[in-house]
């Protein structure tokens, strides 16, 4: 009789969303992915900013295929260049928590949670700041 059937387990948040749903499905509802988008903004690839419309939601931590649960606290968005990228080379990611930045960052890249290590164990980071430039000398 369970030959062909799969027990799921469904984690609901407590709006109703659907958080997590186990091994059994592999692909992300609409409703975690909406979380998962609330919650990274953008591709968390270090130095990315590309719009959720451009990503996919990736098995951060731990692939599916080697056993990672389908869960909003195993996704990121990754763009569609990021997520080849992270895939081909054997990175791994992990959820550090989300920083809370001092100071007005406008307009510059922060750190999006996410930590990235490369297969040698190096972390991947955002790079230094560049000072901006003096503004142009005015005309007398």
């Given at each position: 009789m369970a030959c062909d059937s799969a027990i799921t387990r469904v984690v609901f948040g407590p709006?109703?969303?659907v958080l997590d749903v186990g091994r059994a499905q592999r692909t992300v509802t609409g409703q975690m992915r909406r979380a998962v988008i609330?919650?990274?903004e953008h591709c968390v690839y270090p130095g990315c900013d590309q719009p959720p419309s451009r990503c996919e939601v990736?098995?951060?931590?731990?692939?599916?295929?080697?056993?990672?649960?389908?869960s909003v606290a195993n996704s990121a968005?990754?763009?569609?260049?990021?997520h080849a990228l992270v895939d081909a080379h054997g990175i791994s990611m992990r959820w550090a928590g989300k920083?809370?930045?001092?100071?007005?960052?406008?307009?510059?890249?922060?750190?999006?949670?996410?930590v990235f290590t490369d297969a040698r164990g190096h972390r991947i980071r955002l790079?230094?700041?560049?000072?901006?430039?003096p503004p142009p000398a005015q005309a007398a």
């Amino acid at each position: 009789m369970a030959c062909d059937s799969a027990i799921t387990r469904v984690v609901f948040g407590p709006d109703g969303a659907v958080l997590d749903v186990g091994r059994a499905q592999r692909t992300v509802t609409g409703q975690m992915r909406r979380a998962v988008i609330a919650r990274d903004e953008h591709c968390v690839y270090p130095g990315c900013d590309q719009p959720p419309s451009r990503c996919e939601v990736h098995h951060a931590v731990r692939h599916w295929a080697d056993g990672g649960d389908t869960s909003v606290a195993n996704s990121a968005l990754l763009c569609w260049h990021h997520h080849a990228l992270v895939d081909a080379h054997g990175i791994s990611m992990r959820w550090a928590g989300k920083p809370t930045p001092d100071t007005d960052t406008t307009g510059t890249l922060i750190e999006t949670g996410w930590v990235f290590t490369d297969a040698r164990g190096h972390r991947i980071r955002l790079p230094d700041a560049i000072a901006p430039l003096p503004p142009p000398a005015q005309a007398a």
